[in-house]
């Protein structure tokens, strides 16, 4: 099992930045996909970014070269920094960590608010 703690969201007004972190409860980096998800008042979770085992990124439409998803493998700790916010990024931001074998090993953290608001 994983235990994933996301802190880093708050208020923040547009055009401004936010760096989200996501603890992992043991060190997990080079068997699992991580991966930062959103969801919005009324709408699905939808996938903002993730980064393989490899060091691969892939990043939404919506946030590309707006925001970075990095990681510190002594830490085991991954990041979402996110620069020039629109209000549309409005939401509660999840980690997510993805067996990269065993599909059934799929974790959440608890989400962590971020709102874009002047």
């Known amino acids: 099992h994983v235990q994933l703690v996301e802190s880093g969201g708050g208020l923040v007004q547009p055009g401004g930045s936010l760096r989200l972190s996501c603890a992992a409860s043991?060190?997990?980096?080079?068997?699992?996909?991580m991966g930062w998800y959103r969801q919005a008042p009324g709408k699905q979770r939808e996938m903002v970014a993730t980064?393989?085992?490899?060091?691969?990124?892939n990043y939404a439409e919506a946030v590309k070269g707006r925001f970075t998803i990095s990681r510190d493998n002594a830490k085991n700790t991954v990041y979402l920094q996110m620069d020039s916010l629109k209000p549309e990024d409005t939401a509660v931001y999840y980690c997510?960590?993805?067996?990269?074998?065993?599909?059934?090993?799929?974790?959440w953290g608890q989400g962590t608010q971020v709102t874009v608001s002047s």
């Open positions: 043991r060190s997990i980096f080079k068997i699992y996909t």
């Open positions: 980064l393989t085992t490899s060091d691969s990124t």
């Open positions: 997510n960590a993805q067996h990269i074998i065993i599909r059934t090993a799929n974790y």
